[in-house]
C-alpha cells in the first residue's frame, strides 16, 4: 500500500502531462477531497498509508482533472467571496474575477436586488450574504440552475430573503412586479463572442454549458436585451453591474447610455483586465 504522498507525487506528473495549469495545487485538493480532509490538515496525513477506498476515489478524481475537468466540478463546491457554493455541470464555474462585481455591489447600501442569469446564485447570495436585510430575486431559463442556487441559498441561511424565478429574462414580458421595483441589477450574461469559443481553456468550453457563455454572434445580445429593460426595472437612482469580457467595456457602456444610464463606469479586475461595468439610473 503507497503512502499518499507517493500517490499525490504520481498525480502531480500525470495532471502536468495533461497541461493543467498548477498541478500540485489540484492535485492537493483532490487529495484532501478524496480523504474527506480540509486542504490545510493533508501535512498531517500525508505520510501514511492511503487506503483502498481512499486511493480509488483519488485515482476517479485526478482521471477526471487529467480530461481538463475543473476542480470544483469534481468536488461539487467552488469558494467564491469567502462562501462555499456548491456547483455542478448545470451552472457556469463562479471564478475569482467575478468577485469584483460582488465588491463594487457592496460599496453602497441597496435593498432590493435582481440578478439575470443567476446560475449557481454566487453573486445574489454573496451580495445579500453582505447585505443584511437586502431582498432578492434570482433569474434563470435553467431549472437544474435554480434549484441549485436554492439549495445554495438554505445552505448559507439566506432562503428567507432571496426568491427564485425561472424565466427567459431576456424577453421583455417576464418582469410583471412593478416599474422601477429595484435599486441594484446585477449580470454575468453570456457574453463570449461566436468565434472566440474555440480559445476558450478545456475546462471552460468542455465543462461549463455553453448557454452560460455564449448568445452567439458578437457576444454582446443578453446586454442588449436587459438594456432595453433597464428603465422598467431599474428604480431611479438604482444601479446596474455587468460582468464583461475585456474588450466590451466600451460596447456596454454605450448600450447602457442609449437607455439613459448615467455615472458609466468599467472597472478592472485583480489582473487589470476590464471587468465590470457600472452605471446607475438618474435619480
Not at 231 to 252: D, S, Y
Request: glycine letters at 10%; a negative charge.
Amino acid at each position: 500500500m503507497s503512502t499518499a504522498q507517493a500517490a499525490l507525487i504520481g498525480a502531480v506528473a500525470r495532471l502536468r502531462a495533461a497541461g493543467v495549469e498548477d498541478p500540485a495545487r489540484d492535485a492537493r485538493l483532490l487529495l484532501a477531497h478524496a480523504l474527506g480532509l480540509d486542504p490545510a490538515r493533508l501535512s498531517l496525513v500525508i505520510r501514511d498509508p492511503l487506503g483502498p477506498d481512499a486511493a480509488q476515489r483519488f485515482e476517479a478524481a485526478i482521471a477526471a482533472r487529467a480530461l481538463r475537468k475543473p476542480v470544483s466540478k469534481i468536488t461539487g463546491t467552488r469558494l467564491f467571496h469567502g462562501l462555499s457554493f456548491r456547483v455542478t455541470p448545470e451552472v457556469l464555474d463562479p471564478r475569482p474575477e467575478t468577485e469584483t462585481l460582488v465588491e463594487e455591489a457592496l460599496r453602497e447600501p441597496f435593498a432590493r436586488i435582481l440578478d439575470l442569469g443567476t446560475g449557481s446564485g454566487c453573486i445574489l447570495l454573496s451580495c445579500l450574504h453582505g447585505m443584511p436585510g437586502a431582498m432578492g430575486l434570482g433569474a434563470d431559463y435553467s431549472g437544474a440552475a435554480l434549484g441549485l442556487a436554492d439549495e445554495n441559498a438554505v445552505a448559507l441561511g439566506l432562503s428567507e430573503r432571496v426568491d427564485f424565478c425561472r424565466c427567459d429574462w431576456t424577453d421583455g414580458d417576464w418582469w410583471d412586479g412593478g416599474r422601477g421595483y429595484f435599486d441594484l441589477v446585477v449580470s454575468n450574461p453570456p457574453y463570449i463572442a461566436a468565434d472566440e469559443m474555440a480559445g476558450l481553456a478545456p475546462e471552460v468550453l468542455d465543462w461549463d454549458p455553453q448557454i452560460a457563455l455564449t448568445p452567439g454572434g458578437d457576444g454582446l445580445d443578453a446586454y442588449r436585451a436587459i438594456c432595453r429593460e433597464l428603465p422598467r426595472m431599474l428604480a431611479p437612482g438604482g444601479r446596474i453591474l455587468f460582468e464583461i469580457g475585456p474588450t466590451q467595456g466600451a460596447a456596454v457602456s454605450a448600450l447602457l447610455a442609449e437607455q439613459g444610464i448615467r455615472d458609466i463606469r468599467i472597472l478592472p479586475d485583480l489582473d487589470t483586465r476590464d471587468r465590470v461595468v457600472a452605471g446607475r439610473r438618474p435619480a
